[in-house]
């Protein structure tokens, strides 16, 4: 919205500027093919500097947070986790598809997180990452969250993936003790292997739904944190 309002401005800004130009120079009258160019060139900088300016303008406006309020635009509990899975999918070197998982107990702590790879002394360079032959060798993300967990017992925790897991993944699911899975694509659902998982969980009666997120991009700002306080506009009385 912010964004809009400045290229807005900027566009009326800078039309206003031309017409202006145009008039003293009366370049109108003599309006052939090279004249746009003659106008338009010694316009950029003009046009940069307002661009510029707005962008700063929109920039304070934006970050001018009220710092006496508690926030409420804060991720949920369910968009935090599933986060997580998605953010550890991007460690992925798989060319195709990056999967990401993450574990979570009953005291909402995360006591794992894995995405898919070559298990641990199989090099990322040595071993193939075809379609066909990957499949030898690759853990799923599932199955590293599980043997990465950081808590001695996994039973009834919730595992939050990115991708619904496959047959292999589901006998592991269920084998570790966990109650729930918390998927946010089934776009494999036609697949055998996924109708075989969906088979494992419905008879060992672990629960699987699909999450919605709030919000579909959530942003990660490395410079965020950098934000100074003291540009904070005084609280309202
Ligand atoms: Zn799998």
Redesign the pocket.
Known sequence: MVKLIVMTLTQRFYTRTFALYALITDETTNFDAGAPYVLVVPMLPVAAVTLLTFTLVATAIKQNKDINTKREDVLSWEDYFMATAVLAAKRSKDPCSQ?GACIVNDDKKIVGIGY?GMPTGCSDDDFPWTKKEKHLYVC????NAIVNKNSADIKNCTIYVV?F??????K?IIQSGLREVVYLSDKHESKE?TQA?KRMFDSARITYRQHIPQNRKTEIDFEEINWDATVQRAPSP
């Open positions: 999967v898919n799923h993300a599932e199955m991708l897991p496959c047959d292999q993944c589901a592991i292997t998982a």
